[in-house]
């Protein structure tokens, strides 16, 4: 059982990155799959989420409109298109996949199973 999170890379204020969440040994298509971000000296922060049942989606605030999550279940991948970046969503992104769905009360408290390796996000002219 495998997550691993890729798609990073540097790119300037205003561009666009996609990154993959990638599953091999399951199928993500039965889990929800939570983003999170951790800067330097920062704790780590939930980013955005997707339930499994419905594919319902929930954003921090500081993200919401920029960024979109969506499944690619034939894939067994889950995307964070990430678009008018800025220098403060630079950071490490991880994934993580949980068999419980987000509450739409407090999305951002959902547990997780299972948590893949970082991808650097760096944001800066």
């Known amino acids: 059982v495998q997550l691993q999170a890729s798609g990073g890379g540097s790119v300037q204020p205003g561009g666009s990155l996609r990154l993959s969440c990638a599953a091999s040994?399951?199928?993500?298509?039965?889990?929800?799959i939570g983003w999170f971000r951790q800067a330097p000296g920062k704790e780590r922060e939930w980013v955005a989420c997707?339930?499994?049942?419905?594919?319902?989606?929930y954003y921090t605030d500081s993200v919401e409109g920029r960024f979109t999550v969506a499944r690619a279940n034939a894939e067994n991948t889950v995307y964070l298109q990430m678009d008018s970046l800025k220098p403060e969503d630079t950071a490490v992104y991880y994934c993580?996949?949980?068999?419980?769905?987000?509450?739409?009360?407090?999305?951002?408290?959902?547990?997780?199973?299972?948590w893949g390796q970082g991808t650097q996000v760096t944001v800066s002219s």
């Open positions: 997707i339930s499994s049942k419905d594919r319902a989606t």
């Open positions: 993580a996949a949980g068999l419980s769905d987000p509450k739409p009360s407090h999305p951002q408290f959902n547990s997780y199973d299972f």
């Open positions: 040994g399951f199928t993500l298509a039965y889990y929800a």
